[in-house]
Nanobody, 118 residues
Framework: QVQLVESGGGLVQAGGSLRLSCAAS????????MGWYRQVPGKQRELVAA?????????ADSVRGRFTISRDNAKSEVYLQLQMNSLKPEDTGVYYC??????????WGQGTQVTVSS
C-alpha cells in the first residue's frame, strides 16, 4: 500500500500564493502516476495537475500558467508539490493528493483545504 500525507493548505487572498506538499510512503516503487485533484461541495473531484507514467505533466485549463506541479524522489518517500500562484476565488476547494499504482489502483490523501478570498 501507499500512504499519502498532504500539507500546506490555508486561507489566502486573491492574487496570493500557496504551496501544497504531499509525502508518499510505503510501496512507492509501485507508483506509476501522481497528481493533485480538487473537490468543491456538490461537484465531482477534478484533476488539477498530474504526472503520468512517462513523467509528462498535465494541467487543467483553469490552472495552466498559474500552477506548477513538481516531484522529488527520496530513498523511501516521494514528495509531490503544487505551487499555486495568482490564486482566484474559484480555486477554493479541498485538494487531494493522488497516487496511481500498478493495476490502476488509486490512493488518496486526507485532503487539505484551500480557501481564496476575494
Amino acid at each position: 500500500q501507499v500512504q499519502l500525507v498532504e500539507s500546506g493548505g490555508g486561507l489566502v487572498q486573491a492574487g496570493g500564493s500557496l504551496r501544497l506538499s504531499c509525502a508518499a510512503s510505503g510501496r512507492i516503487f509501485t507508483i506509476i502516476g501522481m497528481g493533485w485533484y480538487r473537490q468543491v461541495p456538490g461537484k465531482q473531484r477534478e484533476l488539477v495537475a498530474a504526472f503520468n507514467s512517462g513523467g509528462d505533466t498535465n494541467y487543467a485549463d483553469s490552472v495552466r500558467g498559474r500552477f506548477t506541479i513538481s516531484r522529488d524522489n527520496a530513498k523511501s518517500e516521494v514528495y509531490l508539490q503544487l505551487q499555486m500562484n495568482s490564486l482566484k476565488p474559484e480555486d477554493t476547494g479541498v485538494y487531494y493528493c493522488n497516487a496511481l499504482v500498478q493495476r490502476g489502483i488509486p490512493y488518496w490523501g486526507q485532503g487539505t483545504q484551500v480557501t481564496v478570498s476575494s
